[in-house]
């Protein structure tokens, strides 16, 4: 089997722990500024990590507050108006340095890119907290190191759903067998097999401890080649292109893809 010719990177998450140290923290900061009492703790943004999207987040979590538009129309209404302030506020923490690119990340990005392969995004998050965090962390120019970035406002349908995956692949003009994705959690990994790409997970804080079936390789980060399921030989030291593609080359000894 060829090595892979593209990789497919997920966002939050996967390239830095956006949920807890960004995205949460931004929720409770435009919650104070609307006036609202509600507040979410590590805790509980983690079990509403469940629904895929800030926003729909948001109006799944006003279903218990009393407090909360009694319309859907009104709450529609309110959690637009709030996850736009949200997105000010996590804008400004990404550029305050608050929110690191995870250990192995980036080493792996410029080992990738020497070696003359693709990149590209794949997130259902939306472009402009993509822009804020690797414009941080990339430069401004960030965007040039990647074939295609695919977005929230793209797609019609957020993970699980494959669309993300396969709207990349079209504008990179690939095949799924083609390319890897890298993913931190399950909706990430239903929507990149959904869409027949092979997935490796880099398990992230929320997803520690998640159920997570047929990725073709699942371990705690770029930054250590320990502790990966299958297993890595040699010394340790962060994850390679040459394990990525020992993983694509033997991924159907542990997953449907073959």
Same mark, same amino acid.
């Given at each position: 089997m060829t090595h892979p010719i593209a990789l497919l990177w997920d966002v939050d998450g996967t390239l830095a722990e956006t949920e807890r140290d960004g995205h949460r923290v931004a929720f409770n900061l435009a919650f104070e500024a609307f006036g609202l009492p509600w507040r979410w703790d590590e805790s509980r943004y983690g079990e509403l990590l469940a629904v895929s999207g800030g926003r729909e987040r948001l109006l799944s979590d006003m279903a218990r507050h009393g407090d909360a538009p009694v319309s859907l129309d009104e709450r529609e209404k309110l959690a637009r108006a709030v996850h736009e302030r949200k997105?000010?506020?996590y804008v400004d923490l990404v550029h305050e340095?608050?929110?690191p690119l995870r250990p192995g990340v980036q080493a792996l990005m410029d080992a990738w890119t020497a070696e003359g392969r693709r990149m590209a995004i794949a997130t259902t998050t939306t @472009? @402009?907290?993509v822009d804020a965090l690797l414009s941080v962390h990339l430069g401004p120019a960030w965007r040039? @190191?990647?074939a295609a970035v695919v977005c929230g406002e793209d797609v019609s349908a957020k993970k699980p759903n494959p669309e993300v995956f396969e709207l990349a692949l079209q504008q990179l003009e690939l095949g799924p067998l083609q390319a890897v994705a890298i993913e931190d959690s399950p909706a990430g990994v239903?929507?990149? @097999? +959904? +869409?027949e790409v092979p997935v490796i997970v880099t398990r992230s804080a929320y997803f520690e401890q998640a159920t997570l079936e047929g990725a073709i390789a699942i371990g705690p980060g770029l930054h250590t080649r320990a502790d990966w399921r299958p297993g890595l030989r040699g010394e340790d030291g962060p994850?390679?292109?040459d394990d990525l593609d020992h993983w694509h080359a033997n991924m159907d000894t542990v997953s449907q893809f073959g």
């Open positions: 997105t000010a506020f340095g608050g929110i @472009r @402009r907290n040039e @190191r990647f239903a929507a990149a @097999r +959904a +869409a994850v390679t292109v």
